[in-house]
């Protein structure tokens, strides 16, 4: 039996002081880390405690925007006053994922740092998983690979981001801060997840010993014209096959901005500035959506038990900004 110490973090200089320690892991709701750790995933040596160092607070920025603190409950974030009204695609995405004992455990920072369910990962009787015995193989690539990649992915990893919070985030351009023993970095969400390459085992650009202090959303055009669309096997409690975060600005039936991000088709959600751009100075139209989605998944390249994602995300475009412009 592996021995695991555990530290009560004071503040938010003592957490970074005690995450600097060899094989030292931050925990606040432990919804994921601590089922990884029973399953003999993670082998976290220690346990740094920051449910109490106060980074849950939420809270208007001076320019509108809003900053959602690290231990802030999913449930709270997604029930709060300024999220609802200005942000709604965010409750939407909040409230659609796990169940609601879940949502009122798990923190902003353990959602974005939420491991894949690929089940090669998260059963440890599998002994080919890049991501958790890097150089292993791959066994979805060659065995069940339904749920998983089809743009993004590589030999090494076709897993998928599991967050329907961080397909939200990504579409609303959200802001990670985190601290660490360098100092303070801002990070933009879509920098913030990797593409598996040759290294599938680092999900994030984290250095060893960072701590996600809060999120901030910029001030939002988005709020009467969002939506969040997630394709499952079952209405609760289950990860998506495909879901779309669509916001737009409109001008009449005109588009005057719009984003447009995909869950459940890569490692991390995906975006592509080419296809939002095609929205814009357009009327919405079914036509116009079908375009976009098909330049969204240029290049897929998805195996055989999972090539029926591309229609869906296709089709799941179309139907998310459909309702995101009908929305107002």
Known sequence: ???????????????????????????????NLLDLMKGDVEHAQRLVDVSRVGLDAINELPDGGLRIGATARNSDT???RLVR????????ALLSGASGQLRNMATTGGNLLQRTRCPYFTDTAFNQCNKRLPGSGCGAREGY???HAIVGASPACIAVNP??????????????LVAGADGERRIPIME???LPGDTPQQDTILRPGELITAVELPPSKFARNSYYLKVRDRASYAFALVSVAAALELDGKVVKQARVALGG??????????????????????????EVALRLLEGAQPLPENQFKIEMAQRAVVRALRIAG???
């Open 163 to 176: 967050s329907d919070m961080n397909v939200a985030l990504a579409a609303l351009d959200a802001v990670v």
């Open 326 to 328: 009908d929305s107002a």
């Open 265 to 290: 088709v890569a490692h991390k959600p995906w975006r592509a500035a080419a296809a939002e751009a095609m929205l814009v100075g357009k009327p919405l139209s079914d036509g116009v959506s079908r």
């Open 192 to 194: 913030f997840h990797r």
């Open 85 to 92: 009204q200005r942000y709604p695609l965010l409750s939407q």
């Open 1 to 31: 039996m592996q021995a695991i110490f555990y530290d009560r973090a004071r503040d938010l200089a003592d957490a970074v002081r005690l995450g600097q320690q060899p094989g030292a892991r931050y925990i606040a709701g432990g919804t």
């Open 78 to 80: 997604a029930n709060h």
């Open 145 to 147: 690979h339904r749920m």
